[in-house]
């Protein structure tokens, strides 16, 4: 990976090495139950544990993308983060929070409300027509991902000419709209099992190398999903280690954030290739 900054409410962030994103959901539904946090006590022991095993950010997810889980309103979305986000941020005030929505109004209130200092948007602007003049007008660090359709039918948008060429060609005209309108902290995602068949996720893993071309950050969320657990025939519980060599890869392909469930062992993945790295050719 290529060193990177973010702009944290004016003050440049230095990132020098692979960095860890530990993910928190505050959802009944989110497909791993291991990232679940409902309780304030819930809350706060996760994002504890996050700190503790070395998370440089933390993800806080409160509408679950799971294909097939039940649709959740803006009004009860903003709820569960206003429950969350203050006890994330008393427990762990000098980790960086990025909150997982594709809605522009939850995006403003964890913003301007809640202390949150990056927008991690899965429909990469494509959901809610007003993310992208929010995020610039909020200037704030914001992560565009690839994914086609909606998470509830987004399996049936799978053809492509060639899987890594078109996800750069689309995601590279939303980055041409988010540059227009004077967005520049912007980290990339691939969008690993949006909208991908397992042979597409696996051709795009192969390829990430690619992403070097946007001259921007590239986030890895490979953890437990099912383009490990469905190849190997294990249950999401049992994809830690899968996950680990996945995360691997994708260190070796570019990758600057690994989003992740089990920080401890992604920690331990990205201290080993940082030692490794000089030495490979």
């Known amino acids: 990976m290529q ?24 959802t009944p539904d989110s497909f791993f139950s291991g990232s679940r946090a409902q309780s304030e006590a819930e809350i706060a022991a996760r994002a504890a544990k996050l700190v503790t095993e070395g998370a440089d950010f933390i993800d806080v997810g409160a509408y679950s993308t799971r294909p097939g889980a039940p649709e959740v309103s803006p009004e009860e979305e903003i709820a569960r983060l206003r429950r969350a986000l203050p006890i994330i941020k008393a427990v ?86 988010l540059a227009m309108l004077g967005v520049n902290d912007i980290i990339v995602d691939p969008g690993f099992g949006f909208s991908k068949t397992l042979e597409q996720n696996y051709q795009l893993l192969a390829e990430m190398h690619m992403f070097d071309l946007f001259h921007r950050p590239v986030l890895a969320g490979l953890s437990r999903k ?38 401890a062992e992604a920690r331990q993945a990205v201290e080993i290739y940082c030692k490794t790295a000089p030495y490979l050719s």
Request: glycine share 6%; proline share 4%; aromatic share 6%.
């Open 3 to 26: 060193p990177f900054s973010l702009n944290i409410g004016g003050q440049l962030r230095e990132f020098t090495c692979p960095t860890v994103m530990g993910i928190l959901n505050v």
């Open 92 to 177: 762990a005030p000098n980790t960086l929070i990025s909150v997982d929505t594709f809605r522009a109004d939850v995006a403003r209130v964890s913003v301007e409300e809640l202390g949150a200092h990056i927008i991690n948007d899965v429909a990469g602007g494509n959901l809610d027509a007003e993310m992208f003049n929010t995020v610039a007008e909020l200037q704030v660090p914001y992560i565009l991902m690839h994914m086609r359709g909606t998470p509830a039918d987004m399996q049936g948008f799978t053809t492509y000419e060639h899987v890594t060429r078109d996800v750069l060609s689309e995601l590279g005209d939303r980055l041409q709209q």
């Open 226 to 263: 099912s383009m490990a657990f469905r190849l190997l025939n294990i249950t999401p519980e049992q994809a830690l280690n899968a996950t680990t060599v996945l995360n691997t890869i994708a260190l070796q392909q570019g990758a600057a954030i690994l989003r992740v469930h089990d920080v």
